[in-house]
């Protein structure tokens, strides 16, 4: 543990730097919070009678709203201590209060919309503005002294927005959530700009780029490892049947295809395109984009583990297609921007999967969930074989990011 101050990580000329156990523990969090996600949509979805039409996508678009917030949390954590030493009192002050912010939001998340919204809501500002605020205190150089108070004073104005919401109810909550949480996005697509104070450029933001790539690798299989944990679940709380040994077998086997798939290549070599590009901190930005389309496609994709399991035989509908299809099709498109990112190019396969889920779903309407599972299990093992083949009996593709 260090006390002097929090310099900027080596972002280029320096060796690898770790993700800590602290960090590592922090993810645990995540674990958890995204089952309680899952949790919030499964009941939309059965628990409460399923929702069609309107309703649905209303209610997908809150769920969403609190997955977004839940990643707020996590990118502006990993961002800091991919800037900053990890390793630091005050750097690990700040990752244990947004761990235990990310709990307290994940317990809130199954009834954030109704008697829980203070929580959720508490929670999220005490993790946003307690970051900022510890970095103006403890950091002595003006460049980063001054970007840090950009960000706490957005953070302080939204925190209002986010309070009062909660003690809103129905559509006004979800209009003022939504406000806050996209200005707080445009903010930091803009280099938090603020009157008197100025913006910051991306470009220039001293970031260690290994360590950034390792801690969007290990927030995906955060995302995969609670597919699979939402399988087990789905599978041992219910009666066995054959419908649903094949409805978890399938899950399963979707569960390893969407690691091959992240990981050939672009996944194996994310921190070699980052340290190899002209501004590591603008591949940062973009690929904690597409580390987020991919997560929530991972996460849709469990929804529909559960949907299917425990109703392999029953009759889809379209908000269930949209996640046992959707998600995989999802992923899939992140994966594509994920790949030119790394490479600078797309592989068909990949939008020829996309389409090859997304084209059928009107026709599986009413047929049983499992084919549909089935159909994307397909889908994706035909992408990861033209993955495998593309590579075959080559040498290894170096990265060539396009920024």
């Known amino acids: 543990m260090r006390t002097a101050e929090p310099a900027a990580l080596r972002s280029s000329g320096g060796g690898p730097d770790r993700a800590t156990f602290l960090e590592l523990f922090f993810d645990l969090v995540y674990v958890f919070a995204l089952t309680r996600i899952s949790a919030r949509a499964f009941e939309d979805l059965v628990l409460e009678g399923g929702q069609t039409g309107w309703t649905a996508v209303t209610g ?31 750097l690990q002050v700040i990752v244990i209060t947004a761990l235990i912010s990310a ?20 929670a999220y500002v005490v993790a946003q503005v307690s970051r900022p605020a510890i970095l103006v205190l403890v950091l002595h150089k003006q460049q980063y002294r001054r ?28 209009v003022l959530w939504t406000t806050a949480l996209l200005l707080e996005y445009l903010a930091a697509r803009f280099g938090w ?13 001293d970031i260690h780029g290994e360590h950034l790539a390792e801690r969007y690798q290990q927030i995906f299989l955060v995302a995969l490892g609670e597919t699979i944990l939402l399988a087990g679940l789905a599978f041992t709380r219910s009666p066995t049947s054959p419908g649903m040994v094949a409805a978890f077998a399938v899950a399963l086997a979707t569960s390893v295809l969407l690691w091959r798939i992240y990981v050939q290549r672009a996944g194996q070599i994310l921190s070699e395109a980052v340290t190899r590009a002209a501004h590591p901190a603008t591949v940062g930005r973009s690929a904690a984009d597409t580390h987020l389309v991919m997560v929530i496609g991972v996460v849709a994709t469990a929804i529909g583990y559960e949907l299917v399991i425990e109703h392999p035989a029953g009759h889809n509908e379209l908000p269930w297609l949209a996640v046992i299809l959707g998600g995989p099709a999802v992923f899939l498109a992140g994966r594509a921007r994920f790949e030119y990112e790394v490479f600078g190019r797309v592989s068909p396969s990949r939008l020829v999967g996309i389409a090859a889920l997304l084209l059928p779903a009107p026709l599986l309407v009413r047929l049983a969930p499992l084919v549909a599972a089935i159909l994307a299990a397909v889908v994706l093992t035909a992408v990861a074989v033209a993955d495998a083949r593309r590579a075959w009996g080559r040498p290894p593709e170096e990265a060539a990011t396009p920024f």
Do not use: E, N
């Open 60 to 90: 997908g678009g809150k769920t969403l709203l609190l997955l977004l917030a839940l990643w707020a949390v996590w990118q502006g954590t990993a961002w800091t201590t991919s800037r900053y030493d990890p390793h630091h009192l005050w």
């Open 193 to 205: 700009p603020m009157p008197g104070l100025g913006r910051s450029t991306v470009s220039r933001w």
């Open 103 to 122: 709990m307290v939001m994940g317990v809130a998340i199954p009834r954030a919309f109704s008697h829980s919204g203070l929580m959720f809501a508490a």
């Open 147 to 174: 970007l840090k108070l950009r960000m706490l004073i957005t953070f302080c104005a939204t925190g209002v927005l986010w309070l009062a919401g909660a003690l809103l109810p129905g559509s006004a909550r979800v």
